[in-house]
Structures are given as structure tokens and as C-alpha cells.
């Protein structure tokens, strides 16, 4: 009797190496070269001479002739971008922290309290995600003057969440839906709190949910732009996505090599996050998956 390993195994011959090519390697390759090239022509325009930059008859604009680091340089120690780094990294941990923690009771109350018209209540708050920041931010304007936050970290930490509560409150809605309702109920018969049961049974077994909010609503307030540019106006309070346009563009004049270098050296962080928390969210998931 055949086995499926055997039909696998002689069905193999369909699987040559120019199928494999085109099917795989070929689509894998395309995705790659679009997704990487704009920070290979960010570090290559960070460390080409203005020189270089600027003549194409003489110079390949794809490669470097004479590396400099002198946008570097120009970046970390003609302006404030350390200021505007150490800025950024306040207000979107910060922004990030006390969205996941109300988007966690929040998720939790509509999901699991079982209370009339908790649906429509998720549907406002998804419906409030889809307002556009470019309508909300004149509101919000008026509410930072009226109290004495403007050009402040703080105007940005109270602000961001306005629009990160929303989108995380949604997301984790669907993890805690898929929890049973039985394990809340042996818990509830057992003695334990809503607390005890939040912390000890719904957000580990939704810890992949929230590892994933926590990466978006980071990765939002750190690119964040309207507000920053609306609430902040010297510079040594500004974030990367504002300083770097409004400090490093003078008229018509565009300083590509320290802009690239921003670019660069901003995303980096983003990077180390993404490559630090998947691990532990691939992890939670092959947990999850065998529980």
C-alpha cells in the first residue's frame, strides 16, 4: 500500500529547481530588494561625500567612491539630534506604556464583563481609530494651551493615546474573545478577583496580543509627525520625525546626507525592538498553539 510519505516523495520530481526558482526564490528575492533597498540607499547617501552625491556623470549613485563621515558628524554635533533621540524614546515608551495598560482593562471590561451593549461600545472605540489625527489634533491644541503643556514631552505623552488607546483596545478585544469563558468561571467558583484573574489567566494566555500592540503603538509614536510638529516648537524638544525635517531643510535647501543619517540612526531602534520581541512573540505563540 502506498503511503503518503511515498506519493510526497515521488511526487518530488515536480519540484525541480526552476519551479523552486520561480515559485520561491524568485518572489522571495523581489520582496527582499524592495523592502531592504531604502536603507541601503539611506547608509550609502549617509556616508557619500556631497561630492559624489551630487555628480552622477562621475560617480555611481548606487555605491561609494570616498566614504565620509562627515553627515554623521554634522548630524550628532551641529544640532540636537541626541536631544531629539533621548525625546523620542520618552514619549513613546511612556505613550506606549499607559496605552497598553488602559487598552488591557478596557479590552478586558467590554470582552469579558458580559455587560448589554458592550459590542457597540468596541464599535465606537474602533470607529474613534479611524479618526484621522489631522482632525483631532486642532481640539487637542486648544486642550494643550488651555493647560500650560505646550512645547513639552508631556503635551506628546497625553496626546498619543488618544489615537493608540483605540487601535490597541481593538486589537486585544479579539485575543481576549478567544479565551474560554470557563477558565474565568472555575476561577471566579475558586475565590479569585477580577484582578487575579486578569493578571494571572487572561494576559498570559493573551500575551502575544499584547506583545503585538505594545510593537504597533510603539512603532506609531515613534513615526508620530502632526502632533509633534503642532505641540512642540524649540528644538531641543523636538522628536526625530519633526527635527529632522523642520532642523535639517533650510528653504529649499536639503541637507540629504545628515536627512539620511537621521533616517538611518532613527530607525535603528525600531529595528533592535521588532528583531528583540520576536523571539518572545513566536515563542508565546508555539506555547499557545500547543496548550
Known sequence: MTTVDDQSVGMSYLESFPRKLLRVYLPLGLITFFLLFPFYWMAVTTFKPDAEMYDYEKYNPFLIAHPTLEHIKKLFFDTDYPLWMWNTVIVS?????????????????????????SRYVGLAIFLGYLVPPSILFIPLAAIVFQL???????????????????????????YFRTIPYELEECALIDGATRLQI?????????????????????TLSWNEFIYALTFISSSENKT?????????VNGDVYHWGALMAAALTGSVPVVILYSFFVEYYVSAMTGAVKE
Open 240 to 248: 526625530i520625525p519633526v527635527g529632522a525635517i523642520t532642523e535639517l
Open 148 to 174: 500650560g503643556l505646550f512645547d513639552g514631552n508631556l503635551a506628546l505623552i497625553l496626546t498619543y493615546p488618544t489615537f493608540l488607546i483605540p487601535f490597541c483596545t481593538w486589537l486585544l478585544m479579539g
Open 198 to 218: 486578569l493578571t494571572k489567566i487572561t494576559l498570559p494566555l493573551s500575551l502575544p496580543g499584547v506583545i503585538s500592540a505594545g510593537i504597533f503603538a510603539f
Open 93 to 117: 515608551v511612556s505613550s506606549t506604556f499607559i496605552s497598553l495598560f488602559a487598552s488591557v482593562c478596557a479590552a478586558y471590561a467590554i470582552e469579558r464583563l458580559r455587560y448589554k451593549g
